[in-house]
């Protein structure tokens, strides 16, 4: 019975290795996603980004971006059946940011980040 309680405790350490592996900042609040498209228009920077297995689209005002970055973000505007002009083109949804901030400087701050404080 000693050996099965010590197994089901490594199980559950090992899992909780993995969770937090997989994103050490979820009991931040913060949504990570990871660039797959960059559109670039006057005033924004439209993301195609992955979070999780979903593809979503994100815009934030004008700022490089390149596909494969990790970035986080929190809150957001949705507005469904998006119409750019600029790109002539409709969206199905586009999510609004104020800003979003990398990995890096997330990583850097030791996971404390204020996601409305400039880059």
């Given amino acids: 019975m000693k050996t099965l ?10 899992f909780g290795l993995n969770a937090m592996a997989q994103d050490p900042h979820a009991d931040s609040g913060l949504k ?13 920077t439209y993301l195609n980004v992955l ?10 005002p004008t700022m490089e971006a390149s596909i494969g970055e990790v970035y986080y973000y929190k809150g957001g505007v949705e507005m469904p ?9 409709t969206f199905d949804s586009v999510l609004f940011l ?3 901030t990398s990995a890096e ?7 404390m980040v204020d ?3 400039p880059k």
């Fill in 32 to 44: 990570k996603c990871i660039v797959q498209e960059v559109l670039q228009v006057s005033s924004y």
């Fill in 115 to 117: 996601p409305d404080a």
């Fill in 98 to 100: 104020g800003s979003i």
């Fill in 5 to 14: 309680k010590t197994v089901f405790a490594l199980v559950l350490f090992l």
């Fill in 51 to 60: 979070e999780g297995e979903e593809k979503t689209w994100i815009a934030v």
């Fill in 81 to 89: 059946d998006f119409k750019s002009t600029e790109l002539n083109r």
């Fill in 105 to 111: 400087a997330i990583d850097s701050n030791s996971g």
